[in-house]
């Protein structure tokens, strides 16, 4: 793996110690690095609600098999176009189970799959020691079409197969127990049918004082929402994570700080993914805070949302503060774009 992003291997995340008052906490290192200090920022927000100690995290979200397509040149329409093409296990929330499993977080996965691809599945996410619940379908699992150009840019072809038919029996209640945070991601709320099951399990979670967090998951199928449907759907919810051309969408606004400042009315954090320009932290009534990207070789930038995501929950959820959180994720995000494909390499 390209040195830049440090040295990474597979291993558990160890959490430090909690910091004694008036002391400055440490950014949680990866599996093989020694931790950091964090500096002053990382005591900003103290007053958050962040997850119980122990217990897991439930993401419930979409599955798809990825189809990786990295194109040699530009595509010449009408003709053959060389390409490396491999088949690889994704979606963005099946990728942040993956990657917080990687970090050494304790996860459980809730989806649905066709009946054919249950068992690859599941044995995909046990690599990084997820839990996965996956439903059985007749329909077959959905699949993405991901060309990927010489600059590591990537154009998605979509077809959400069996994830549009998420059903309240895949996720039952019962996977909310001990479990100190709820991850959905935005595709589960973007489609009709998913939604009542994202929707009951926010309302429970919020009955169990459990804090919700949730990545809008694409530009495109929010676009396609009643405009603040998503933002009433969601409001309230501990951390909102929107990448640039989402948080446009949501906010209505071309300003990156004045979108972050925006959504911030609606969560009590929003995280505001900038890709190579870095990213933005807002809560309510101050002024948002950017942090710089992460140093990395981009080959493919496929799943490094997911991976900030990750890195970021990873963090939070060992109490560290959030902005030493935001420092966690991007070293997870510079990790994703320097090797092809959604997921960590194990």
């Given at each position: 793996m390209p040195s830049p992003v440090g040295g990474v291997s597979q291993g558990g995340f160890a959490a430090p110690s909690?910091?004694?008052?008036?002391?400055?906490?440490?950014?949680?290192?990866?599996?093989?690095e020694p931790a950091q200090n964090a500096g002053p920022r990382a005591s900003r927000l103290q007053g958050w609600a962040r997850p119980a100690p122990g217990g897991h995290v439930l993401i419930v979200g979409d599955v798809i098999n990825d189809i990786l397509v990295e194109m040699r040149s530009g595509i010449v329409a009408g003709e053959d176009n060389p390409a490396s093409i491999q088949l690889r296990p994704g979606g963005s929330a099946a990728n942040q189970a993956a990657w917080l499993g990687w970090l050494g977080a304790d996860v459980v996965f809730a989806g649905r799959v066709g009946a054919a691809d249950v068992e690859f599945h599941r044995a995909e996410l046990a690599r990084f020691g997820v839990t996965a619940h996956l439903a059985a379908d007749a329909a077959a699992t959905g699949s993405i079409v991901i060309l990927t150009g010489a600059d590591g840019e990537r154009t998605m072809i979509t077809d959400r197969g069996a994830n549009l038919k998420?059903?309240?029996s895949d996720?039952?209640?019962?996977l909310l127990d001990e479990a100190t945070l709820l991850h959905l991601s935005g595709y589960t709320l973007v489609a009709a049918g998913p939604r009542p099951v994202a929707q009951g399990l926010i309302a429970q979670a919020r009955?169990?004082?459990i804090p919700v967090t949730v990545d809008p998951g694409s530009a495109a199928f929010l676009a396609g929402l009643e405009p603040g449907a998503f933002l009433d759907w969601t409001r309230g919810a501990a951390v909102c994570f929107p990448?640039?051309?989402e948080?446009?969408?949501l906010a209505g606004e071309a300003d990156p700080e004045l979108m972050a400042a925006r959504l911030a009315r609606h969560y009590r954090a929003v995280v505001l993914k900038l890709g190579p320009e870095g990213v933005l932290l807002a809560?309510?009534?101050?002024e948002p805070e950017r942090f710089p990207a992460h140093p990395a070789v981009v080959r493919d930038t496929t799943g490094a949302g997911d991976a900030f995501c990750a890195g970021f929950l990873a963090a939070w959820a060992n109490g560290i503060a959030p902005a030493a959180a935001v420092q966690a994720g991007t070293r997870a995000a510079a990790t994703a774009v320097s090797s092809l494909g959604g997921r960590p390499v194990a």
């Open positions: 909690t910091p004694l008052r008036g002391e400055t906490p440490l950014i949680p290192p990866f599996p093989g998420l059903a309240a996720v039952p209640f019962d009955r169990r004082g990448n640039l051309d948080a446009r969408v809560t309510s009534g101050a």
